[in-house]
């Protein structure tokens, strides 16, 4: 159709651009309809970069007359005419920025808005034929929209910034998300879908890939919506209040679990919204242990340990922290019990096993305190706990420096158990264990002190030694790390690295000699007391 290349050729407030409009809208009620929707069609399909969204938004009102015009196969038109739109606009990036959404640069916002409109009368169609008989069989309308509106929220939604910005009266995104909750409510898929688990209907295909393909669409398009509704509140007065706290936070688990496991910032930041709104819910040791037996509350712990620890954005690192510790927050006693005991066996990096064994130590003192009945923070269940706490990787030969975060936490709550829980008393357990635990903790320790601060200590010289011989400090070394060269090292950085290792082992040392003392004096205390 040269028509559209020739509206394209005039300026907006031109009136021959004006003159080709109105010859379109000539066409689209004169021509054959089939015809001209396979016309229509082919113009968006062969539409490409700047132009795509001036193009869409240019046949989107021709193209829904013919529609509205077609007898036959008009349900399989619609959704082909929408899959054709969401499949032009896909590619083309999701403006996320204040500045970037103002602009509009490509046309994205005021476009997808374009698309809901030109969907309307179809959704209208098929609410009218709902409301005329309860036994609507002509599903085929009513799913093509479903699938827009699937489509729709895998792109742009969950990529789209969708907080309230400052100076946008009207924000373009959240007005789109308003009008797809809408249709789903209006066509009666709102909350089943938000309760689907993954286990709605779905294509058969033959091919396992596109079936795989298919699955995680929909899966993300799932969370997004979960996402809408429980952070966004879009839609949320059509939601029954009827359900619990916990009961949500299991329906949302999955969707958590998808979009955690992204690692775009505007996704990864709509599973950390989604997670937290769910346990902020949520009253304190509240959620019962069996939860725990359910993959996804064992997997997303694990996903937030990852984002703690890899993730490259500061902030992330840190809302991934808190939210880990209002998850910790909302178990039961014996949820908690569990839950550190998994996550000091998969974390895998003794930062977040420091602040594991922290908490153990912040429940072990409650226990103390005798709060309340605490049987999995004392005795046996305890013991056992102190296992895995109280124990170097590798015995003597772990590396100190790289899990000095863990240790140090380690011997500050045997520090603590020492001095709060007497050996007459011993609630805890700790002294009826104690001979272990200088034997796979103690002891280790301190050989792995004495070894390490000698090979420190060595290192120190030979640097000091080499740099003297070399009459100066510019010389240079190249350090590798997992793969990438890092910046060269001059004799005085490497020198200054060494120093604060060894000032990392005198810490260590000065807690190890004091827990020792510790246990040494309140031994000898009882002997006395029973001579």
Known sequence: MRKTRCIFMYKQEDDKREHCLR???????LCNPKELFLGLLEQIEQTSGEQVCQTVMLLLQPLQTVLLKLQNKKAYSVGLSLAMIMNQLTPLPVPY????????????????????????PFVNEVVKNMEKSSEYNDMELKEELIKFCMQSLKYPLLAAQLEHLEGIEEHPFRRFATEITDILWNVGELIPLVFVHHKGKSPHWENQEFADIERKNSADSLACLSYLMFVQHFGVEFFPVVFSPSYLLLCNMTHIEVLLKRTEESVLSKGLDLFESCLLRMEDNSLLHHYLELRGFINVPQDLVKIMTLCPMEHMRKKSLNILQLFIDKFDIEGKYTLFRCLLKTSNHAGVEGYIIKNIKDQIHLALMKEYDNIWFTGHHLISLLDLVLSLPEGAET???????????????L???????????????????????EQNFLKPLRVGLNMSKAHYEAEIKNKKENRKEAHSSNTVCSVTVSGEKMPAMTTGMQLQVLHSALFTFDLIESVLARVEELIEVKTKAVMDENS
């Open 415 to 437: 520090r603590y158990l020492v001095i709060k829980d007497c050996e007459s008393d011993n609630q805890t357990g700790v002294w009826t264990t104690l001979g272990k635990i």
């Open 23 to 29: 010859i379109l809208d000539q066409l689209a009620q």
């Open 97 to 120: 920025t204040k500045q970037q959404i103002q602009e509009d640069k490509l046309g994205l916002c005021q476009c997808c808005n374009a698309v809901v409109d030109f969907a309307k």
């Open 399 to 413: 590396d100190l420096l790289q899990n000095s975060d863990r240790i140090m936490a380690s011997l500050n709550l």
